[in-house]
Structure formats: structure tokens, C-alpha cells
């Protein structure tokens, strides 16, 4: 059998190069892990890139303290199954030491809170380089960065004076007090993503999949209710709906699609339908629905 | 999926923000809410057509602002391939952005504006495209709807860029000539029935049937260690792996090989890449390799075939392109990056300048400028092992870091 390349997959190929590389040129890096899929698929191609050794680095979960629970119970079982170092700090922490004031309202959400809690951690635990699941694709602001994104003391990106990136040559060389942040899936897209998820069977936490929900409507989004963590007012109805969501953050910032998608070969098809309408839709109800309707046009129950 | 990456040259005004949008419309990979705001746009300017440049509104709006510009990525994918758009701006000071999109890429657009024809951006764009041994190369004649879709316009660019291609130091670059008009779509995704006497693909679908493993330049297979696996259980108590990337061929179990630079023999026993294992690994793979010996293998060492030698060498010329605003003068030392491995080097000599628009070399030169390229021999601390840039475009290739800054101040290709 041959190791190929391009036809088989070439994204994969890239990402444990450099994923190799963090590990040879830093000290002590980090994988920042969410428990969402782009960080899952993270925890598999690091897996790749070091068998039969273990993943030579720790995980470490900046915990809003928002996360479904679903997340939390997934990421805690992979860590004891592969024998992984996991690290949580938490923003509840940061929010308990008055470094970070918790929102409030119908749109507090602990997102942006988190930032705080990570460069603490950077800070304590001398990290030089932390792996994300981000992708280029994601956003305008992201397809300019680096794979290997040099940051200083208070974790800040300068767009205008990056490295150049040529051929496959990572530059991780960094001065005191910088980190650097590293992108293996900067090239892969949504559907690169779950067609990798699909073919290596890689197991994700239930609430990507299709199940009924206790959810209400706000602004045209599906909400989860769960009245500890989401705000939400007395006329917005509570109603069982069945969902799934299509990226997993802090339940007061993840809103849920209509979806009867219940594996992974009908989220791909799904993803894939929505993709030929509506490349790098952000989630909400009004276009998966139409991703559904195109489904069902094709034979689908 | 197949994944081709494409880098795009042209100048501000030639329409490449309106290419790449028209690609993406035509594709359906635009979102609707983007297309919505395309649609209520081109209206409020009193258009009669879509104004796609606004798909790409991020960068041109960095280009009203005059911030920085820098490669963007743009993604999109058909039944066939992903394809990854290293959207490179076309300014004449841009050379070092130009040099890093077509480092990544194996097929690069560049764009004519029929009015105008082959102007002095262009002979930039396929210098550029040429020195970096970019494989495939689609000269698109665009804005063919202000000439009247005119073949006697389109042949006379033709034949002009050809007069160019006489200049070119690779000759194997397969170069493509498409009329198009990225506004109206012309011969962009779909064919056009204004160019009747147009008989190729469109330029989709010369990017669509391209094998992508022919846009490769294929060389001789090269092993750099990137990391050596130890796991230490015991299980696989005297386990040694060596992890990297194939590059140029590709290797197989029983390969004689020989690890550099101790030039130790051995042979392969095992390829693998998490539990599967393989009889042979193709150029561009990430693997791990088991040797049959117990030898002393290390991050930045090579593999490669005992009767494929690289040159061996602590001295070379290189073409460089120079992308820090501190000069580079003979004498400086630098951190050099050969792929996974790093030396010192001292420039020993700075020969001459090569003006990218082949317009000539510049003798006697002292000093080297953010953008410039020249002729320049380095010495190093310790041998690296590599190939001539146009045997093998990754053995062949450097890039040059800064100690004090830590920045990567240009990229090197040996001559």
C-alpha cells in the first residue's frame, strides 16, 4: 500500500507537518482544546503525527463555565482514553479575582471574557506556542494569518508586520516574551473538516447530531434554553425542537440548527447542500432549513 | 479531495478582485447574504452588471485605506478539487509578497488588461512565476468586452507575452493563454459565445482537469528529519521513527538509504503513519520511518537514496530575494532555514542585482533593499545538504532569518 499524497489528502499531510514542527522547535507548547470539532480533529492529527508516542504536549480548556454539558463529559472521557494531560483554567476564576466583569443582559455571553483567562495561563504555565483549531476560511481577518503567528507579551496580533510564510518552511525562532500562536487547519474549510471527521471515524459530542431540545427563537436563531446560562425573556416560549448545532461554543453564544441529520454521513451531505448554496453560511435556522428542503427534494425522508 | 493551490498577479486596475469574484459567483460559493449586499451595491452605483469585486470587499477596502497589503486565502471547492487562492497585489513593491504566494503555489493567474496589453507589471508577474519554478502558468487576457471581444487584440498580447517567454530561464512552465472578461464572465467558469474563435477551456476548466500531481516538480526523493519518535513503553521499548515529509520522489520499504550528514548506510524497514503501515510513500507525505540498523539519526539530518546524492557543500550562490526594510550587505551573518535544518551563514559576496521585469543585472552592488533580487554566495558554519533550485524546488530552497529580530528576511534559491 502507498502513503499517497494529493489524492488522498493532502490538508492531512500539511497539518502533521507542522503540527512535527511545533514540537521540534518550541519548548513547551500547548493545544488549545474547546471540545468543538476543529479541536477534536486537532487531538486525531496530533495522534497521527507522533504514533506510537504519545502526543508529546498537553491539552488545556479555557472553561467558560458555559459549555454544554455534553462537551465537558466528551472532552473529560477522550483525555482518559488516550492518556492526554489536560489543563483547565477557568473564566469564573478570572471573573472571582475582578480581572474580567461578567456581562449582563439578553446577549451576555463569557466569549470574549475567555481571552483573559488564556493569556493567564500562557503566562503561568510559560507556554511559547499554543495550537488552535482556527481556519483561514472562517473569516476576512483570518485569511491573512500565518500558520506559525508570532504574538507579543499582551497576546497581539500584528497584521501589518508578519512574517513572510515560503514553501513549508516554519520560522518558530521568537523573542522574550513572545508566543506564537499555530494553525495546522488553516487550510482545511467546514467541509474539509467533516469529510476528515467522516473518513477517520473520529467520535464527536452527541449535540452535533440531530436530538430535541428544550429551545426558544430570538432574532431568528434557535436558542438552547437553560435558564442558569442564557438570558431570556418571558415571552420568548420554550419549545421542543429537533436540532443540532453546526459549531459548538458557549451555550449563550451557539445557536442550534433545525436538523434531522443523526450521523455523520448526513451531516457531511448536509454540510455539503448548504455549501453549494451558501459557502460559509453562519449558522441560523432560515438557511439549514433550506439545506433540509434540498435534502428531502433528493429523496431524503 | 484534490487541493490546487493558484497565486494571482496583476495590477490594481487589471481586475483581479472582479476574477476572483466572478470565480466565486459562478461557482455558487458565494453566501447569499454577500451576494445580496453585491446585488443592492452594484445598484446604488447605477450598474447594469454585478460588481464582484465587492466579494473580495475585505482587501479592496484595505487597498482605499492603503494598509498594509498582504496575501489573502480564498477558498473554494467544485465536485473535483479545493482550491486554495493566494491572492498576491500586484504593486511593484509587492515583489515579496508575489515571491511568497508563488512559493506555495503550483499555478498562478496573471492578468492583462486587453487595452493596455504586456506592460512592465507583467514581465514582473512571470519573472516572478518563472524564478519560482510555478509549473503552471494561465495568461488571462481580461477586460476582452472593452476591445470588443477582438481576436486580432487577443493575438497580438499573445504573441507579445511570447516574446517575453524567449527571456525565461524555466523552460518546462506550461503556459496558457485565455481571452476573458471577469465582469461579464467570458471564458471565466463558463464558455463564451462572444469568443467564437476561441477554441480552448475556460479557466476553470483548465484548472479542473489538471492533474494535480503533475504540478508537482518532481526531483529526486529527500527525507529531512523533522522530529525522531522515541515512545519509551514498553510496548515499543527500542522503538526509533523518524518523522518528516517526502519530498521531490518517493521512497519504499528495503530503499538503501543514507542518513546525512554522517553518511551512515542503511536500508528502510518499515512506513508508516499511525497504525497503517506502507511499502512506499509518495512525494509530499507525512510519514514516519523505522531503519533496519541502530544508527544516529536527528531532527535536521536527511535520508535519501545511496546512489542519489545531494551536493554536500559549506559554501553556494543563490538567487535572493531580499524582503527586510534592513538592508542586506556582504559581511552580515544570518540564521539559514534549508527546510527543517538551520545553520549560520555569512554573505561573502553580493554579485549582482537581476532586475525582475528582464531588463538586466546591475553589477557592483554594496547593499540589498527590501524587494530586491540578486545573485549572492553565502558560507556557512557547518554543510547543509541540498540540490540546485531547479533540480528540486524544496531541497533547493532557504529562507534567511534575522538573530536579532528573529524575522525572516528573505528567501534563497540555490543556483
Given amino acids: 500500500m502507498t502513503k499517497d499524497t494529493s489524492k488522498v ?64 463529559a466528551f472532552r473529560d472521557a477522550l483525555v482518559k482514553e488516550l492518556g492526554l494531560e489536560l489543563i483547565v483554567r477557568n473564566v469564573q476564576d478570572s471573573i472571582d479575582e475582578g480581572k474580567v466583569k461578567e456581562e449582563s443582559g439578553r ?46 507579551d499582551f497576546g497581539q496580533w500584528d497584521e501589518k508586520n508578519q512574517r ?78 429537533l436540532v443540532r448545532f453546526r459549531t459548538v461554543g458557549d451555550m449563550s453564544c451557539t445557536a442550534a440548527v433545525l436538523s434531522d441529520a ?40 | 479531495m484534490e487541493v490546487l493551490k493558484i497565486a494571482t498577479a496583476g495590477s490594481v486596475d487589471d481586475g483581479k478582485s472582479t476574477l476572483i469574484g466572478r470565480i466565486l459567483y459562478d461557482t455558487k460559493s ?57 491572492d498576491t497585489p500586484g504593486h511593484v513593491e509587492y515583489t515579496r509578497n508575489m515571491v511568497t504566494g508563488a512559493s506555495t503555489s503550483q499555478a498562478a493567474i496573471i492578468l492583462i488588461d486587453a487595452r493596455k496589453g504586456v506592460i512592465e507589471q507583467t514581465n514582473r508577474h512571470f519573472f516572478i512565476n518563472n524564478l519560482l519554478r510555478v509549473k503552471e502558468v494561465i495568461v488571462a487576457i481580461n477586460k476582452m468586452d472593452l ?51 476561441y477554441k480552448g477551456q475556460t479557466l476553470l476548466e483548465h484548472f479542473e482537469v489538471l492533474d494535480t500531481q503533475d504540478v508537482y516538480n518532481v526531483g529526486t526523493p529527500r527525507f529531512p528529519v523533522q522530529y525522531v519518535i522515541r515512545p519509551k513503553t514498553e510496548e515499543f521499548h527500542d522503538f526509533r521513527g523518524y518523522a518528516g515529509k517526502v519530498y521531490g520522489g518517493e521512497l519504499s520499504v528495503g530503499d538503501d538509504v543514507v542518513a546525512l550528514p554522517s553518511q551512515t548506510k542503511s536500508k528502510i524497514k518499515e512506513i508508516y503513519l499511525y ?57 552580515n551573518k544570518y540564521v539559514l532555514q534549508h527546510g527543517v535544518n538551520k545553520v549560520l551563514a555569512k554573505v561573502d559576496a553580493i554579485h549582482h542585482k537581476i532586475h525582475p521585469d528582464y531588463s538586466g543585472i546591475e553589477e557592483n552592488i554594496s547593499a540589498l533593499g527590501m524587494n530586491d533580487i540578486a545573485s549572492v554566495t553565502f558560507k556557512l558554519n557547518k554543510p547543509i545538504f541540498f540540490d540546485r533550485f531547479k533540480n528540486h524546488r524544496t531541497n533547493g530552497s532557504f529562507i534567511l532569518i534575522d538573530s536579532q529580530s528573529n524575522n525572516t528576511v528573505g528567501a534563497g534559491f540555490i543556483q
Fill in chain 1, 9 to 72: 489528502n493532502p490538508l492531512e499531510n500539511e497539518a502533521i507537518y507542522i503540527i512535527r514542527e511545533v514540537a521540534a522547535q518550541f519548548e513547551k507548547p500547548v493545544l488549545l482544546f474547546s471540545g468543538g470539532k476543529d479541536s477534536i480533529t486537532l487531538v486525531r492529527l496530533a495522534q497521527k503525527a507522533f504514533y506510537p508516542a504519545k502526543i508529546p504536549f498537553p491539552l488545556m480548556h479555557i472553561d467558560t463555565g458555559h459549555n454544554f454539558p455534553e462537551t465537558i
Fill in chain 1, 107 to 152: 446577549y451576555a455571553s463569557r466569549n470574549s471574557l475567555q481571552t483573559t483567562t488564556l493569556l493567564d495561563a500562557i503566562e503561568e504555565f510559560k507556554f511559547d506556542a499554543c495550537i488552535g483549531g482556527a481556519r483561514r476560511d472562517e473569516e476576512k481577518a483570518r485569511a491573512k494569518e500565518r500558520i506559525f503567528s508570532v504574538r507579543d
Fill in chain 1, 164 to 241: 513572510p510564510e515560503l514553501f513549508d518552511m516554519l520560522n518558530g525562532q521568537i523573542n522574550l516574551g513572545q508566543n506564537v500562536r499555530v494553525f495546522p487547519i488553516s487550510n482545511w474549510t467546514e467541509l474539509d473538516v467533516w469529510s476528515y471527521i467522516e473518513r477517520e471515524n473520529i467520535e464527536i459530542p452527541s449535540i452535533y447530531f440531530a436530538h430535541t431540545r428544550e429551545t426558544f427563537l430570538r432574532d431568528g436563531l434557535i436558542w438552547s434554553s437553560d435558564d442558569e446560562v442564557v438570558y431570556r425573556d418571558e415571552n420568548e416560549l420554550v419549545e421542543e425542537r
Fill in chain 1, 262 to 301: 443523526a450521523d455523520i454521513a448526513s451531516v457531511v451531505q448536509e454540510i455539503r447542500d448548504s455549501t453549494i448554496s451558501e459557502r460559509g453560511a453562519r449558522i441560523d435556522d432560515k438557511r439549514s432549513e433550506a439545506a433540509m428542503e434540498k435534502r428531502k427534494q433528493q429523496g431524503y425522508f
Fill in chain 2, 30 to 86: 458565494l453566501t447569499s447574504d454577500k451576494l445580496e449586499a453585491i446585488e443592492k451595491t452594484s445598484k446604488q452605483k447605477g450598474y447594469d452588471y454585478l460588481d464582484f469585486s465587492l466579494a473580495t470587499d475585505g482587501l479592496v477596502a484595505e487597498r482605499e485605506q492603503g494598509i498594509t497589503i498582504d496575501v489573502a486565502h480564498i477558498y473554494f471547492s467544485t465536485q473535483t478539487k479545493s482550491y486554495i487562492i493566494a
Fill in chain 2, 147 to 197: 476591445v470588443d471581444f477582438s481576436e486580432d487584440i487577443y493575438n497580438k498580447i499573445k504573441a507579445d507575452f511570447e516574446t517575453l517567454m524567449e527571456k525565461r530561464d524555466y523552460q518546462d512552465q506550461n503556459i496558457t493563454f485565455i481571452p476573458v472578461s471577469a465582469l461579464k464572465g467570458d471564458n471565466v467558469v463558463h464558455k463564451s459565445k462572444n469568443t467564437p474563435w
Fill in chain 2, 275 to 331: 497504525d497503517q503501515s506502507y511499502q512506499t510513500a509518495s512525494r509530499r507525505s507525512s510519514v514516519t520511518i523505522t531503519l533496519e540498523d541502530d544508527i544516529n539519526v536527528s531532527r535536521g539530518d536527511m535520508l535519501v537514496k545511496v546512489d542519489d546524492l545531494p551536493t554536500i557543500d559549506k559554501q553556494f550562490t543563490a538567487t535572493i530575494s531580499w524582503m527586510d526594510s534592513q538592508n542586506l550587505v556582504t559581511g
